[in-house]
C-alpha cells in the first residue's frame, strides 16, 4: 500500500545546513603506462556492442566505470580514487562527460582523452538527458546503480529506456597485461610493508614495553610502514586493528569508540588494505601476542585449511562464484561451524577495494569468474565477546594448463605474506596441506628477501621455516 511520490527537492538538502563543501582536488590523467588500454579504444569497444544491440547510448552513474573508461583517478572520496561525475556514452562513440569543471584543464583532458568527449558541469546533466529523451533515443540502463531521476527524465521526455548491467563492469573486472603487473608490483611492495610490521610487533611483544600501546597505534605503525613504498596513495579502506573480543566483528573499526590496549589477549586480527598508483590491495593475517590454546590454534587452523582449498581449486569456464564458495568452509562445516560473511570479494585496479561483479559467496553474484578477475579469498571464525580469526590474500583467475577434455581456470595468487606457524594445529593438517604451506612460505622468502634487510629478513627466515 505505499506510494512512492516523486518530489522537486531533496529534503536532506534542504535540512543539512552544516554540509561540507566538495572538495577541488584535480582530476589525475591516469596514463596509459598504468591502465595498458587508451580510453578512446575502451570507448569504442563499448561502442561497438552498443551498436550491435541496436542501442544508441548508454547511461553511466557509477564512479568507479566512468573513471575507469576515461582513465581518470581523483581525490573526491577517502580510500577510493575516484572523481565523481556521470556520463553518456553514444554508439558513434562520442560521449558526454558531467563533472564539476573546476577540477579539470580542458586542454590536458582533451588530450589525454581525446576530442570526442564533451565536458559539461553537473547541473546540465537533466538539460541533456532531456535532449536524449526528445530525439527519442534508445538508452541502456542499469536499474541496479542508476537512480530513479536519472531515467524518469529521460523516459517521460520520450527516451526508450532498456534495462542491463553497466557494459563497463565486466571488462573493468577482467585486468589486463598491464594492470595485472602492476596488482603484482603494488603487492610485491605491500607484502614488505606487512612483513616489516609484523616483525615490528614481535619485537614490540618481545621487549614487554608496549605501554600506551593499543589498537590505533597498531594500525599507524603499518600505515606507516606503507608510506615507505613506492607509489603509496592511502589506505583502500580503514584499517580493522582488532585484539581479542574486537576481532570477532568482522568490520570492527577501533575509530568508533576507545582503542583496546595491547597486551591482554592472546589474538590479533588486522585486516588492512593500501591504494598504490599501479594496484589496490587488501591482506588479512591473523597473529599470535599472548598465550594461545588448543582451541585457537584449531580453528586458526580450520580457516586456514578452507583457504588452501579454495586457492587450489580447478574449475571450467562458466563457474560462478557462488559454486566455489563451499570449498572454503568444509573444514569449518565438518566440525561444526561457519562465518556469516562472503569468502571472496572484487577488487579494482587503483580503484575499489570492493569490486562487482565477481564475487565468492554462498548467495548473490552468478557471473563466472573469468580471467584477469582479481578476488579476495577470506575464510574466517568468529567467537562473539572472545576471538576472531581470517586468513585473507588476494587472487587472480587464470587459465591453467589443459587437463583431460577441458580448458581449466583457477587462482594465481598476488599476496605474499607469512601466515602465523605458531597457530596451527599439525595434527589436523593432510600431506597435502603441510606441502602448501612449505611451498607457500618458500615463495614469501624468495620473492621478498632481496627486499629485506637486518632483522626484518631475520624474522622472515624465521617466520617462513619448514613446518
Known amino acids: 500500500g505505499i506510494e512512492l511520490v516523486r518530489i522537486d527537492e531533496n529534503p536532506i538538502d534542504l535540512h543539512w545546513s552544516d554540509r561540507p563543501a566538495p572538495t577541488k582536488s584535480p582530476v589525475i590523467l591516469y596514463s596509459e603506462e598504468l591502465a595498458g588500454q587508451s580510453s578512446q579504444a575502451k570507448r569504442e569497444m563499448l561502442a561497438s556492442d552498443l551498436r550491435k544491440r541496436g542501442l544508441d547510448a548508454v547511461l553511466l552513474t557509477q564512479a568507479e566505470p566512468i573513471n575507469w573508461l576515461l582513465n581518470l583517478r581523483g581525490r573526491d572520496v577517502e580510500r577510493l580514487p575516484v572523481v565523481l561525475g556521470f556520463a553518456v556514452l553514444y554508439a558513434n562513440t562520442t560521449m558526454d562527460f558531467f563533472v564539476d569543471t573546476d577540477k579539470i584543464d580542458c586542454f590536458a583532458f582533451s588530450q589525454h582523452v581525446g576530442q ?13 538527458l532531456q535532449r536524449i529523451g526528445e530525439d527519442q533515443q534508445k538508452v541502456l540502463a542499469d536499474p541496479n546503480t542508476a537512480n530513479a531521476w536519472t531515467q524518469l527524465v529521460m523516459e517521460e ?24 603487473a602492476g596488482m603484482r608490483a603494488a603487492h610485491l611492495r605491500d607484502g ?47 584499517t580493522i586493528s582488532a585484539l581479542g573480543p574486537n576481532a570477532a566483528m568482522c568490520h570492527y573499526r577501533h575509530t568508533n569508540g576507545t582503542p583496546r590496549a595491547f597486551g591482554q589477549d592472546s589474538i590479533y586480527l588486522v ?91 554462498p548467495k548473490g553474484s552468478l557471473v563466472a569468474l573469468q580471467p584477469g578477475m582479481v578476488l579476495s579469498n577470506e575464510p574466517g571464525y568468529y567467537r562473539e565477546d572472545a576471538f576472531g580469526i581470517r586468513c585473507e590474500n588476494l587472487v587472480v583467475v587464470t587459465e591453467q594448463e589443459a587437463r583431460g577434455e577441458l580448458t581449466m581456470l583457477g587462482f594465481e595468487r598476488l599476496t605474499y605474506v607469512p601466515f602465523d606457524i605458531r597457530l596451527i594445529d599439525r595434527s589436523l593438517l593432510s600431506p597435502a596441506e603441510f606441502r602448501w604451506i612449505n611451498e607457500y612460505h618458500a615463495e614469501v622468502y624468495r620473492r621478498l628477501s632481496p627486499l629485506l634487510e637486518g632483522e626484518d629478513l631475520a624474522w622472515l627466515e624465521q617466520a617462513t621455516s619448514l613446518l
Open 116 to 128: 570526442d568527449v564533451s565536458v559539461y558541469p553537473i547541473d546540465k546533466l537533466g538539460d541533456v
Open 192 to 238: 614488505v610493508a606487512v612483513t616489516r610490521f609484523l616483525a615490528w610487533l614481535d619485537r614490540l611483544i618481545a621487549s614487554g614495553e608496549f605501554d600506551g600501546v593499543d589498537e590505533g597505534t597498531l594500525a599507524d605503525q603499518l600505515e606507516a610502514f606503507r608510506h615507505e613504498q613506492e607509489h603509496y596513495v592511502e589506505p583502500s579502506f580503514d
Open 157 to 180: 521526455a520520450g527516451a526508450i529506456l532498456v534495462a542491463g548491467q553497466d557494459p563497463t563492469m565486466l571488462p573493468k573486472a577482467c585486468k589486463n597485461p598491464v594492470e595485472l
Open 271 to 361: 585486516d588492512s588494505g593500501a591504494q598504490y598508483l599501479d594496484g589496490t590491495t587488501d591482506i588479512t593475517r591473523t597473529v599470535k601476542v599472548g598465550e594461545v590454546t588448543d582451541e585457537h590454534r584449531a580453528m586458526f587452523t580450520r580457516v586456514l585449511q578452507g583457504h588452501i582449498a579454495l586457492d587450489q581449486a580447478r574449475f571450467p569456464r562458466g563457474t560462478a562464484g557462488i559454486q566455489l564458495d563451499v570449498l572454503a568452509r568444509m573444514p569449518l562445516w565438518q566440525a561444526g561451524y561457519n562465518y556469516d560473511h562472503g569468502t571472496g570479494h572484487g577488487v579494482g585496479h587503483f580503484l575499489s577495494v570492493h569490486e562487482g561483479p565477481q564475487r565468492i559467496a
